[in-house]
């Protein structure tokens, strides 16, 4: 006889969910905030006579400024990403 405080092992649980039967959960941003952000870290990058941010806010900006131009028309992607490496590479040169 079955003990009733373990189950079957044979039998079959119900379906398990998938990530296919969740909810969509489109990630998206607002190209004026992004834009803002963009802007104030040039201005930070623009105002500064030497590097005003850590090595690692260096790396992480280097990977995370690109990627946020993602949510800008390309043309402006371009020229922000332009403008934050020519910054880069100035003040790096000090």
Not at 47 to 56: N, R
Not at 61 to 88: G, I
């Amino acid at each position: 006889m079955p003990s009733r405080r373990q189950p079957d092992l044979f039998i079959p649980d119900e379906q398990p969910e998938t990530f296919e039967d969740r909810p969509s959960q489109g990630v998206s941003a607002d190209p004026e905030e992004v834009r803002a952000e963009m802007l104030g870290l040039l201005a930070e990058l623009r105002a500064a006579k030497i590097m005003p941010w850590t090595e690692d806010d260096v790396g992480f900006y280097q990977v995370v400024f690109p990627q946020m131009s993602n949510w800008l028309p390309k043309d402006e992607a371009a020229q922000l990403c332009l403008e934050f490496d020519a910054e880069m590479a100035r003040l790096n040169a000090v």
